[in-house]
């Protein structure tokens, strides 16, 4: 076998090789995409689940507002200072954070630093807002970008 052919052979089983991966990869995209359209994110679903005891709306509140936040990000940070406006008394308003002390406080919403009440409902990205109804079952889960109407995505409807 000539030197030649050796190198031919060679990228021939390169260009195979990188034809498979490139075939795998676009189906996991694929995969993915008709994923989010049914809600999964490989983490377990949160919506009808009940929350922990420790960010349950209280006795006489009708929902409850979850923010799951990273201190790191920056746009947490804005979701934090929009929600604490939500200012409704039968609504409790609660941020899971990793760190609690980069986060300033404000009065009528909590900042909670409890991890394992926050791996509990971490579906993998933060920031995410879940709408509780009053027994502490989630009913809505949003993951916030940038684009997303802070204040209609607070909104909770009124008691039935």
Known sequence: MS????????????A????????????????LE????IGLS???????????PLVRPGTGQRAGLVALLDADCALCHLVWDALAEVGDAGVRVVALVDRPDAFTSHPGAEVLGD???????????????LQLDAAGTVVNRAFVDADTELPALFRIGSPA
């Not at 991966?21 to 694929?30: K, S």
């Not at 490989?42 to 689940?49: F, H």
């Not at 991890?115 to 807002?129: D, I, N, Q, S």
Request: avoid cysteine; charge should be positive.
């Open 115 to 129: 991890p394992a009440a926050r791996a509990e409902l971490f579906e993998g990205y933060a920031p995410t807002v």
């Open 42 to 52: 490989g983490y377990a679903a949160v919506v009808g689940r009940p929350v922990p």
């Open 3 to 14: 030197v030649q052919m050796a190198v031919a052979l060679l990228a021939l089983l390169v």
């Open 16 to 31: 195979s090789f990188a034809l498979v991966a490139l075939v795998a990869v676009y189906a996991r995209v694929r995969a």
């Open 34 to 37: 008709a994923a989010r359209t």
